[in-house]
């Protein structure tokens, strides 16, 4: 989670809105301003989901539920999890 915050932080000004202001940028420079902010709001929401992610996965191991399944409730393979320790689902709940 500590990566994911740093990493929200730094980029932070990518994010801010684009000054659309003609005198002191071009055009296609604007264009690009707004893909950068554009993939940076986009980084920043996955950042988002993984934290909460992260969360719930430390809320299953307070409670004793971590390494099963949140749907049908069966084990997770410790293969998923070990690619994955946030990862809710096992693959046959995940898959459908």
């Known amino acids: 989670m500590a990566e994911c ?16 202001d003609q005198t002191t940028v071009g055009r296609l420079s604007r264009v690009d301003a707004m893909q950068r902010q554009a993939m940076a709001q986009a980084a ?3 950042r988002h989901l993984r934290i909460q992610r992260l969360r719930a996965a430390l809320e299953r191991l307070d409670q004793g539920d971590y390494g099963y399944c949140v749907r049908c409730g069966e084990e997770i393979a410790p293969r998923r999890l070990a690619a994955d320790p946030a990862i809710p689902t096992c693959i046959d709940c995940a898959r459908g």
């Not at 990493?7 to 990518?14: E, G, N, P």
């Open 44 to 46: 920043e929401r996955q």
């Open 5 to 20: 915050r740093a990493a929200s932080t730094a980029t932070a000004d990518d994010r801010k809105p684009v000054e659309l």
